[in-house]
């Protein structure tokens, strides 16, 4: 005689698993170099990441003193356009300043 009784599941399930992830926030980063101007870095700091002076300066003496500072986090789009037209005001001007971009954990 087939037994037809009905079992439970022998481990109920406990977690979801969405179906959407969070896409990963991306860090953009300044990095020091010996020519670019202390006050240009401040100002493409203040016109591109909308930093006050003073938010601009310690960022910028951060990244003199230690060779890199994590400016802001962002969107992988966001932080590539921002990281990309930073670097591009630096070139523009004749100056070496570089802003690169890198995933969060
Ligand atoms: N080190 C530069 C100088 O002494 C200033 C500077 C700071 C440049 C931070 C880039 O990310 C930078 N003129």
Do not use: Q
Request: with cysteine.
């Amino acid at each position: 005689m087939p037994d037809t009784t009905v079992k439970p599941p022998v481990k109920p399930k406990t977690t979801t698993s969405p179906k959407t992830k969070r896409p990963r926030l991306h860090k953009v980063i300044l990095l020091n170099d010996d020519y670019t101007p202390r006050e240009f870095v401040v100002m493409v700091l203040k016109g591109i990441f909308r930093m006050t002076e003073s938010e601009a300066l310690g960022v910028m003496m951060t990244a003199h003193k230690k060779g890199a500072c994590v400016v802001a986090v962002f969107s992988r789009e966001i932080a590539e356009t921002k990281a990309t037209e930073a670097t591009e005001a630096g070139r523009a001007n004749g100056f070496p300043l570089m802003f690169t971009t890198e995933p969060e954990e």
